[in-house]
């Protein structure tokens, strides 16, 4: 998932073209989708499946409204903070039912939260669970708790993973980082990146490094 953290129309239409079909999904967010809105969604969509991640996070009535708009715009994943708390998060459930193509997951704690490894896992690991729970598809989290979650809630619970950088780059404000390779050989299902690519010089030759990288951890996994 590639992560389209760019200023406009523009920019993000000449991104899709510079990717092509290397890529299957597009990461919309908050940069993008508060400038552009559904009508860059709906034009996004004619080619690629959509990931929309606004991060809800507000009362129950609220969050469950906003994910019922989410699955009108016909996105195939949405998302809201488990920190929002089950009630929440079952209500958010309960709007995503009526759009069956469309994931729901949870962010447990984000890959940019400077908290200690151990801690991050047992957290989110607790808030997957609580996820899990409420009826949600999956969480996004860090490489480093992909084990961890897949054992407490069962490999068909999908984890999407942020903070991936290739061994040696620049981390940015991420905090909890991994390569491609120990993202697909931990288990993740979904890498989702943005600036190693839509930040590079070459970024269809980035996605193709990365994509690489990816075979060589299912070559291990
Ligand atoms: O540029 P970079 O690869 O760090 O982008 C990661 C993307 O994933 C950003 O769009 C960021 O908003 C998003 N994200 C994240 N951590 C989370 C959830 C989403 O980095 N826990």
Redesign the pocket.
């Known amino acids: 998932m590639v992560?389209l953290?760019l200023p406009d129309r523009d920019a993000a239409l000449t991104m899709r073209d510079r990717l092509g079909d290397q890529v299957g999904w597009f990461?919309v967010?908050l940069r993008l989708f508060v400038r552009e809105g559904p009508a860059l969604v709906a034009e996004l969509r004619r080619s690629h499946r959509l990931f929309l991640?606004l991060k809800f996070h507000d009362i129950p009535n609220t969050v469950a409204q906003a994910v019922a708009s989410a699955g009108e715009l016909g996105v195939e994943m949405v998302n809201v903070h488990a920190g929002g708390g089950a009630a929440m998060l079952s209500a958010a459930a309960t709007a995503a039912a009526d759009f069956p193509r469309m994931r729901l997951i949870a962010?447990t704690v984000?890959?940019?939260d400077p908290m200690p490894r151990d801690q991050a896992r047992s957290v989110a690991v607790e808030r997957a669970r609580i996820a899990l729970d409420a009826g949600l598809d999956g969480v996004?989290c860090s490489v480093h708790e992909v084990a961890a979650i897949k054992t407490a809630c069962g490999a068909g619970f999908v984890t999407v993973t942020?903070?991936?950088r290739m061994q040696g780059a620049a981390v940015?404000d991420?905090a909890r980082v991994a390569d491609p390779a120990m993202a697909i050989a931990a288990g993740a299902d979904y890498l989702?990146?943005?600036?190693?690519i839509i930040q590079a010089a070459q970024p269809a030759e980035a996605a193709r490094r990365i994509l690489a990288a990816m075979q060589e951890g299912y070559a291990e996994g």
């Not at 989702?192 to 190693?196: F, I, K, N, Q, T």
Request: charged content about 20%.
């Open positions: 992560a953290d990461k967010g991640d962010v984000l890959t940019s996004v942020p903070g991936i940015q991420q989702v990146v943005g600036r190693p």
